[in-house]
């Protein structure tokens, strides 16, 4: 949704441009027209000064050459060469000629000063001043290295009036373009003067005067610039604001008087419009910055007034959200505006107290105040709500009333119940646990019992084990007898092997002394055999106590398997003893066994009569403890029942409501 202060922005906004640009067109409209006239009148005098200019250099170029030309040294028929000579070279150094040179009637060259031309009757200057018997102005020539020059030639009479020479002087173009370029017009403006023919005799732009451009091509005959350029060669005077080149143009045109030359001033009409562009430029940012001005004075005033609706809308928009507490502010417009947020604050104010008072009672009430009463004063449909208030507060007092009486009377009926559940839980517990208690003496009797039964047949089966492995053990007793008595034998055959050791030991040591001997003998033949009698002497030696270190380790194995065989004698003795007693423990086990079966089944009927007991008694003490607990749990809400109706501060004088 658009804020009021948007639209009042918008629409000044609107209007304020509406206007700017009806008085900047208006502006434009009167700036260009105002432009164009001025400008017309103002080219008129512009170009006819600007061709007296010309016209004014030009005559003073061409008075120099006739000033010249009226010495007696060219006017005098008894003048000789030489005279002529010198008095072309004090002219050519007084003035800037290019060439000077005096011709004869015929066209030849008499007598000259620069790079005059030897004949001349081929130049329209010289027809010209034959027809005319006048000075001449001629046309711009370009010369042979290419710059352009400006010809002036006048007859040389003879004191009888008949023509004597022609003296030709030839000035720079720079005397011209000064004055072409000194017509300075607007930004772009320029200044070019044609002949009749329409062949540029002066522009700014040498090139094209040097390459003999005619201002007449490419322009469209009958058109209003040719109608123009066609006036100005004629001699006329005149201005006017016309399309060239594509774009509009002032153009002002006069002729050269003493020649047949036109001064044309081509000046674009945008040159001259920038000046009033400018201006309407300035206006237009005056009118914007008037503009900004505006707005903002526009704005202030939209903020004024949008904020006091906007504060006012807004505080209705939180009151209708349930917002009682926000204040309305009132801001100081002096309008509708401020009436609407004074009425708003009255409405408010007069809201915030209905419902303050009816706030502060219902607070009471949440917190069990019932001795509360609306008493306000309350207009239009506040009276309802202010009477049905204190109808519920009437009505809630009576409820609460009851409630209490109930619930006391409930409590004390409830406490009675509990101490009786009590006190049989109690009994029902110390039923229960002296039951369980003999129940597990019982089971554990019972299961000593099972265990004492267990480990007895355990135990016969352990003896019976035992005593199979002394049989056993017996018979293995005998083989070690046998296995020792043989080992006994085989050593005494070892000791006689040892003792034949030793003798073929000590054999051989007496050998190898007397091979020794013998080899000594021998002497030196004899040494290799005394080497081998010595090491077999050695060998016989540690034969010999090898067999002797075995006879020590056969002795001692007799002595050991000696004894080896007295041990196992006595276990076997041993081992028969044991046996003998392992079958008597064997028989006194089985006795034991049977006898703590018989014990196991009469301690089995007695648990089972226990058991019967213990479940009516586990019977009785659920009961009674779900009794116990049912009238605790009667007790507990009845006193809370009761705390919660001594919460709420009743009405003194209350009479009970029948609810």
């Given at each position: 949704?658009?804020?009021?202060?948007k639209?009042?922005?918008?629409?000044?906004?609107?209007?304020?441009?509406i206007?700017?640009?009806?008085?900047?067109?208006?502006l434009f409209a009167?700036?260009?027209?105002?432009?164009?006239?001025i400008?017309?009148?103002?080219?008129?005098?512009?170009?006819?000064t600007?061709a007296?200019?010309?016209?004014?250099?030009?005559h003073?170029?061409a008075?120099?050459?006739?000033l010249?030309?009226?010495?007696?040294?060219?006017t005098?028929?008894d003048?000789?060469w030489?005279?002529?000579?010198?008095?072309?070279?004090?002219?050519?150094?007084g003035?800037?000629?290019l060439?000077?040179a005096?011709?004869?009637?015929?066209g030849?060259?008499?007598?000259?000063?620069?790079?005059?031309?030897?004949?001349?009757?081929?130049?329209p200057?010289y027809?010209?001043?034959?027809?005319?018997?006048y000075?001449?102005i001629?046309?711009?020539?370009?010369?042979?290295?290419?710059s352009?020059?400006?010809t002036?030639g006048t007859?040389?009479?003879?004191?009888?009036g008949?023509i004597?020479?022609y003296?030709v002087?030839?000035?720079?173009y720079?005397v011209?373009?000064?004055?072409?370029?000194?017509?300075?017009?607007g930004?772009t403006g320029?200044?070019?003067?044609?002949n009749?023919?329409?062949?540029?005799?002066?522009?700014p732009?040498?090139?094209?005067?040097?390459e003999?451009?005619?201002v007449?091509?490419?322009i469209?005959?009958?058109?209003?610039?040719?109608?123009?350029?066609n006036?100005?060669?004629?001699?006329?005077?005149?201005?006017a604001?016309l399309?060239?080149?594509g774009e509009a143009t002032?153009?002002?045109?006069?002729?050269?008087?003493?020649?047949?030359?036109?001064?044309?001033?081509?000046?674009?009409?945008?040159?001259?419009?920038?000046?009033?562009?400018?201006a309407?430029l300035?206006?237009?940012?005056v009118?914007?910055q008037?503009l900004?001005?505006?707005?903002?004075?526009i704005?202030?005033?939209?903020?004024?007034?949008?904020?006091?609706?906007g504060?006012?809308t807004?505080?209705?928009?939180?009151?209708?959200?349930?917002?009682l507490a926000s204040?309305?502010?009132?801001?100081p417009?002096?309008?509708?505006?401020?009436?609407?947020?004074?009425?708003?604050?009255g409405t408010?104010?007069?809201?915030?107290?209905?419902?303050?008072?009816?706030?502060?009672?219902?607070?009471?009430l949440?917190?069990?105040?019932l001795?509360?009463?609306?008493?306000g004063?309350?207009v239009g449909?506040?009276?309802?709500?202010k009477e049905?208030?204190?109808?519920?507060?009437?009505?809630l007092?009576?409820v609460?009333?009851?409630?209490q009486?109930?619930?006391?009377?409930?409590?004390s009926?409830?406490?009675e119940?509990?101490g009786?559940?009590q006190?049989?839980?109690?009994s029902?517990?110390?039923?229960a646990?002296?039951?369980s208690?003999?129940?597990?003496?019982?089971?554990?009797?019972?299961?000593?019992?099972?265990?004492?039964?267990?480990n007895a047949?355990?135990?016969?089966?352990l003896?019976?084990?035992?005593n199979?492995?002394?049989?056993?053990?017996?018979?293995?007793m005998?083989?070690l007898?046998?296995?020792m008595?043989?080992?006994d034998?085989?050593?005494?055959?070892?000791?006689?092997?040892?003792?034949?050791?030793e003798d073929?030991?000590?054999?051989t040591?007496l050998?190898?002394?007397?091979?020794?001997?013998?080899?000594?003998?021998?002497g030196?033949?004899?040494?290799?055999?005394?080497?081998?009698a010595?090491?077999?002497?050695?060998?016989?030696?540690?034969?010999?106590?090898s067999?002797?270190?075995?006879?020590?380790?056969?002795?001692?194995?007799?002595?050991?398997?000696?004894?080896?065989v007295?041990?196992?004698?006595?276990?076997?003795?041993?081992m028969?003893?044991i046996a003998?007693?392992?079958?008597e423990v064997?028989?006194?086990?089985n006795?034991?066994?049977r006898?703590v079966?018989?014990?196991?089944?009469?301690?089995g009927e007695?648990l089972?009569?226990?058991n019967?007991?213990?479940s009516?008694?586990?019977?009785?003490?659920?009961?009674s403890?779900e009794s116990?607990?049912?009238?605790?749990?009667?007790?507990?809400?009845?006193e809370?029942?009761?705390?919660?109706?001594?919460q709420?501060n009743l009405?003194?004088?209350?009479?009970?409501?029948?609810v």
């Amino acid at each position: 949704m658009t804020s009021i202060r948007k639209k009042i922005v918008a629409n000044t906004v609107a209007i304020v441009m509406i206007l700017a640009a009806t008085v900047v067109g208006i502006l434009f409209a009167t700036t260009r027209y105002m432009t164009e006239s001025i400008m017309l009148n103002v080219m008129n005098p512009l170009v006819r000064t600007a061709a007296q200019t010309v016209e004014g250099n030009l005559h003073l170029l061409a008075d120099r050459v006739y000033l010249i030309s009226d010495n007696h040294e060219l006017t005098d028929p008894d003048s000789t060469w030489a005279e002529r000579k010198a008095l072309l070279t004090r002219a050519v150094s007084g003035i800037e000629f290019l060439s000077l040179a005096l011709y004869n009637s015929e066209g030849y060259l008499d007598v000259g000063e620069g790079d005059a031309p030897l004949d001349i009757r081929s130049e329209p200057i010289y027809h010209t001043m034959q027809e005319t018997g006048y000075l001449v102005i001629d046309d711009t020539r370009t010369r042979e290295d290419g710059s352009l020059q400006i010809t002036i030639g006048t007859p040389v009479l003879d004191s009888e009036g008949s023509i004597r020479y022609y003296l030709v002087g030839c000035y720079k173009y720079d005397v011209l373009n000064d004055v072409i370029t000194n017509i300075n017009l607007g930004r772009t403006g320029k200044a070019y003067i044609f002949n009749q023919t329409g062949r540029l005799m002066a522009s700014p732009d040498r090139q094209k005067v040097a390459e003999e451009a005619n201002v007449f091509q490419g322009i469209e005959q009958g058109g209003e610039l040719y109608d123009r350029m066609n006036r100005g060669v004629s001699g006329e005077i005149g201005a006017a604001c016309l399309e060239m080149n594509g774009e509009a143009t002032f153009l002002a045109y006069a002729p050269v008087r003493g020649t047949n030359w036109t001064l044309c001033i081509a000046v674009p009409r945008a040159d001259f419009m920038q000046t009033g562009n400018n201006a309407i430029l300035w206006t237009l940012v005056v009118i914007l910055q008037l503009l900004a001005a505006a707005l903002l004075r526009i704005k202030r005033f939209s903020r004024k007034i949008s904020d006091s609706l906007g504060s006012v809308t807004g505080r209705i928009q939180k009151l209708s959200e349930g917002d009682l507490a926000s204040p309305v502010e009132v801001l100081p417009t002096r309008d509708e505006a401020e009436t609407l947020a004074i009425a708003l604050r009255g409405t408010v104010g007069d809201i915030n107290q209905y419902l303050g008072e009816l706030r502060d009672t219902l607070s009471r009430l949440s917190k069990g105040d019932l001795d509360v009463t609306v008493s306000g004063e309350f207009v239009g449909d506040f009276v309802v709500m202010k009477e049905s208030l204190n109808h519920i507060i009437e009505f809630l007092n009576g409820v609460m009333t009851e409630l209490q009486l109930m619930s006391a009377q409930l409590l004390s009926e409830s406490l009675e119940v509990a101490g009786s559940a009590q006190r049989v839980n109690n009994s029902s517990e110390s039923q229960a646990a002296s039951v369980s208690h003999l129940m597990g003496e019982s089971e554990t009797i019972s299961s000593n019992i099972r265990m004492v039964n267990d480990n007895a047949l355990q135990a016969e089966k352990l003896m019976e084990r035992v005593n199979d492995q002394l049989e056993q053990g017996g018979r293995q007793m005998e083989l070690l007898l046998t296995a020792m008595d043989r080992i006994d034998r085989n050593a005494q055959e070892i000791g006689k092997i040892a003792k034949l050791m030793e003798d073929i030991s000590f054999q051989t040591n007496l050998l190898a002394l007397n091979a020794s001997v013998e080899a000594a003998h021998a002497g030196s033949a004899g040494k290799g055999f005394s080497v081998v009698a010595e090491q077999v002497r050695l060998l016989a030696n540690q034969s010999a106590e090898s067999a002797q270190k075995t006879s020590e380790m056969l002795a001692h194995s007799q002595r050991q398997v000696a004894e080896g065989v007295d041990f196992a004698h006595q276990s076997a003795r041993t081992m028969g003893e044991i046996a003998g007693i392992s079958k008597e423990v064997v028989e006194i086990m089985n006795g034991l066994v049977r006898s703590v079966q018989q014990q196991d089944a009469s301690l089995g009927e007695m648990l089972s009569e226990i058991n019967e007991i213990s479940s009516l008694s586990d019977q009785n003490l659920s009961a009674s403890a779900e009794s116990a607990a049912a009238s605790q749990q009667m007790t507990e809400q009845a006193e809370v029942l009761k705390r919660i109706s001594e919460q709420f501060n009743l009405r003194k004088s209350q009479d009970t409501v029948q609810v």
